[in-house]
């Protein structure tokens, strides 16, 4: 993803608690992310127990995320194998 100009810092501090909340819930195999050297791209890496750990928190992160996420977030490129209901989950741009 590219986070939007003179935002990153702003960005870095909203993940850290993105991360620590995520890592503290039940299905959660692994959840990090990563800044590139340049400091222009970040790479997102989640894993989930089941689907339905995945759907728990893309509900979760919409509702206590979502807003502050959306706003520093310029394109977000998404490569998955996604469990068979969240295939059918409708992502909501932010």
């Known amino acids: 993803m590219i ?18 909340s995520t890592r503290a819930k039940s299905g959660v195999l692994a ?20 689907s ?4 728990a928190h893309l509900v979760k992160f919409a509702a206590t995320f979502g807003g ?10 998404a490569t998955t194998r996604p469990l068979a209901s969240t295939r059918t989950c409708r992502l909501i741009p932010l």
């Open 31 to 50: 959840y990090q992310r990563f800044i590139s050297e340049d400091r222009q791209t970040v790479y997102v890496h989640e894993r989930y127990e089941n």
């Open 68 to 77: 502050r996420y959306g706003s520093l977030v310029a394109r977000l490129s």
């Open 3 to 20: 986070v939007r100009p003179d935002c990153l810092d702003e960005f870095e501090t909203l993940t850290g608690e993105m991360v620590a």
């Open 52 to 55: 339905d750990a995945a759907v």
